[in-house]
């Protein structure tokens, strides 16, 4: 049986793609990639079906294929002959062809739904078990450069600290103060219906010190430092750079996460401190302004009722949420598969789960410092 062959000549006026051979089913997959990759430059193509042995539906459906494709380009299809069987079986395979694309009908009922639970359970434990094994990862490499310091890229750990510290000050800032005043506003619009304003000074320090201005930070980080962590390093995966490091004899774990783990391990509770100053700022100004509580009674009510572990707990936590953010970042960008669609995806993701799991570490240390007593 003569395998079907096509052959595009584009040197003469029009264009002439020339089919030969037995174009049926049983032998489309010898030139469908063929068919997939024709393109015409001109504005007319002709087909010349004169070479074919034979042709069923299947074939047919190939040509009316290629037809309706670059006629959507702009290019006039026309067939070398007329009123034959063959141009009379493209026909009317043409219009048979559905007008758009159909969408595939999701199964219903009660067992389909009992699977689709399933498969989900599946995938959140292979997720699990694949962020424990990147925690390993990560720990692994960390080790391996605390036992041989001149493995430290210390010029990525500087510039990552400038990108995740430095240049996230002034937003910090800026949140910090906003959460200060609404609290303290906030505040004393209820504390002064019991006549109880004086109050709102250990409402703002316990408050921001112990919960707020280490959360709203790390939520902060987790949106603009971690999602540029997974969008950077998914965007080297696509273009396949860590593949070629590790050709190079490159670990990416310890060149490109480890230097972000590390720099936002650091500069979190420095964010966190700074987060609470202008916080606290914000809150004293707002109290001078709507209850007349003057800067140096504020300071005095801070000093006499606030804890230093309330600075301390906010302190202990940050931390812990710098290497949640950074480690689910890397680790959603390892996940990134194919395309810029994906990069996005999964950058969509590594925020979300970064807010997450961090509100969730924020609830276990309350519970577990309420159950000490701090």
Not at 82 to 110: C, F, N, Q, Y
Not at 220 to 235: D, K, L, P, Q
């Amino acid at each position: 049986m003569p395998a079907p062959t096509l052959s595009l000549d584009d040197s003469g006026d029009p264009a002439t793609l020339r089919l030969s051979g037995r174009l049926v089913t049983s032998s489309l997959g010898a030139v469908e990639a063929a068919f997939a990759r024709t393109s015409v430059e001109g504005p007319v193509l002709q087909i010349d079906l004169s070479g074919l042995e034979a042709l069923d539906t299947g074939g047919a459906w190939l040509i009316a294929d290629l037809k309706a494709r670059l006629e959507q380009q702009g290019v006039a299809v026309a067939f070398s002959e007329t009123a034959t069987p063959r141009t009379d079986l493209i026909a009317a395979v043409a219009a048979a062809r559905p007008a758009e694309k159909g969408v595939e009908d999701l199964p219903r009922g009660l067992v389909p739904w009992i699977a689709g639970i399933g498969a989900k359970t599946v995938g959140v434990g292979q997720s699990i078990v694949s962020l424990l094994s990147f925690v390993g990862q990560t720990l692994s490499a960390l080790a391996n450069a605390a036992v041989r310091p001149r493995r430290w890229r210390t010029a990525s750990l500087v510039s990552q600290m400038e990108e995740t510290g430095l240049n996230a000050v002034p937003i910090v800032v800026l949140m910090s103060f906003l959460i200060g005043v609404v609290l303290s506003f906030q505040g004393a619009s209820q504390l002064r219906q019991f006549g109880a304003e004086v109050f709102v000074v250990d409402l703002i320090a316990i408050s921001i010190l112990r919960e707020l201005g280490i959360l709203l930070t790390a939520i902060i980080v987790a949106g603009r430092s971690g999602s540029a962590f997974t969008a950077s390093i998914g965007s080297m995966k696509v273009r396949e750079e860590l593949d070629a490091m590790r050709t190079l004899g490159l670990d990416p774990i310890e060149v490109l996460v480890l230097p972000r783990v590390i720099a936002l391990v650091i500069v979190l509770p420095i964010l966190g401190f700074i987060a609470n100053i202008s916080g606290l700022l914000g809150g004293a100004l707002m109290s001078w302004a709507e209850l007349n509580v003057s800067p140096g009674m504020f300071i005095t009510r801070l000093q006499e009722n606030t804890d230093v572990w309330h600075l301390a707990i906010g302190m202990i936590k940050a931390p812990v949420f710098a290497a949640i953010i950074a480690i689910v970042a890397c680790w959603q960008a390892m996940q990134v598969r194919g395309s810029a669609d994906s990069v996005g995806r999964h950058t969509t993701i590594s925020v979300v789960q970064s807010i997450f799991l961090v509100i969730a570490a924020d609830a276990m240390f309350s519970v577990f410092f309420a159950e000490i007593g701090l």
